[in-house]
């Protein structure tokens, strides 16, 4: 019993670390530009039926979905580069 205990916190321990530093925070960046990619999609799709005095608005935020798009992808390539130099 006390070496199935033993097994068990190594092999937690070695799922904790994950042989990354910055895991969680790459999971947190990929999940942040998928949902920025949805989010372009649907103000792409919006083009479709908006009116034209609200194109300006959608316009506008199309520009600030893809310039955080290309700052999340920035952190995520600092990420991998720290972590692989």
């Known amino acids: 019993m006390l070496w199935r205990t033993i097994i068990t ?3 937690m321990l070695t799922c904790a ?3 990354h530093e910055n895991t969680f925070a790459v999971f947190e960046l990929r ?3 998928q949902m920025l990619y949805l989010n ?3 103000l792409l ?8 005095h609200q ?3 959608v316009y506008q935020e199309i ?3 893809r310039e955080q798009i290309i700052d999340t992808i920035d952190q995520l390539v600092e990420h991998d580069r720290s ?3």
């Open 9 to 11: 916190y190594a092999v």
């Open 17 to 19: 670390v994950a042989f």
């Open 31 to 33: 999940e942040q530009l």
């Open 40 to 42: 372009m999609w649907e």
């Open 45 to 52: 799709h919006q083009l479709e039926y908006v009116e034209s």
């Open 55 to 57: 194109r300006h608005k």
């Open 63 to 65: 520009e600030h979905i």
């Open 83 to 85: 972590q692989h130099p």
